[in-house]
């Protein structure tokens, strides 16, 4: 191809005939111009198409984590919700009236504790490598940002729960009841039994379970923001997947 343009340079000089020599290499440079922008368009596209294709990736690989994650935070969620139930159970229960078998399973049900664990090695690669920049979509960018602050502050009341219920309910129930590893004598159900009779209705027992319904009103009112938050960002995932 550039022996042919050469060639027909050539031929023009050797006639003298300028004008045409002129107009021809405005077209050879036009040509050239035109050659490089394709190139550089192509180029571009390429290069877009990398950027998609790893947005794409990130994207995908998050939003299987926050799915997971989110499948976590409604289990452990619905484990606070029976916890404040069986507390406020044992704040109104009337030993006297309540069966042995069902006590019983309220004060074991008052001492568990449980805490969202979610997974963040997706988000936290995404994060500290810088790759959410590769995230076109500015305000999935800021909630992706900002979720971690909103999960470590639902996290926090968790703690403070697990915290007093080491510290406090614990000790007390260890001083208080008496755990077997094994069935019940009818001796030993006789001798419990009397001591729930006196041990619920006690003001020291009822305070208890009142400071730890105080400690999970703080779960309650940040939890379903952790939950409005994931299922947000996952529909905007999803969303923003459509279009790439």
Avoid at 11 to 16: G, I, T
Avoid at 128 to 144: C, Q, V
Avoid at 159 to 171: A, D, H, L
Avoid at 212 to 231: Q, W
């Amino acid at each position: 191809m550039i022996k042919f343009f050469r060639r027909i340079r050539y031929n023009l000089m050797e006639e003298n005939n300028t004008g045409k020599y002129f107009k021809y290499a405005i077209g050879e440079i036009v040509l050239v111009v035109i050659g490089i922008l394709i190139a550089l368009q192509i180029n571009t596209w390429n290069e877009q198409n990398k950027l998609n294709s790893e947005e794409h990736k990130i994207l995908l690989s998050l939003r299987t984590e926050l799915i997971e994650n989110l499948v976590k935070f409604d289990s452990i969620y619905t484990y606070h919700i029976v916890r404040d139930s069986v507390l406020n159970r044992l704040i109104d229960l009337d030993p006297k009236i309540e069966n042995f078998d069902s006590q019983d399973s309220l004060i074991l049900k008052a001492d568990w504790s449980w805490t969202f664990n979610p997974s963040r090695g997706i988000y936290n690669s995404i994060i500290n490598s810088g790759k959410i920049e590769y995230i076109r979509n500015d305000d999935l960018k800021i909630k992706i940002a900002k979720l971690n602050d909103i999960v470590d502050d639902y996290i926090e009341d968790e703690k403070g729960i697990m915290t007093y219920t080491s510290e406090n309910i614990e000790p007390y129930f260890v001083r208080t009841f008496s755990y077997y590893k094994r069935q019940r004598t009818k001796k030993e159900r006789a001798k419990d039994s009397i001591n729930y009779l006196k041990i619920i209705p006690s003001r020291e027992f009822q305070n208890q379970m009142i400071f730890l319904g105080f400690y999970l009103e703080g779960v309650f009112e940040e939890g379903p923001k952790v939950r409005e938050e994931l299922v947000t960002i996952i529909d905007m995932i999803d969303k923003n997947l459509e279009s790439i």
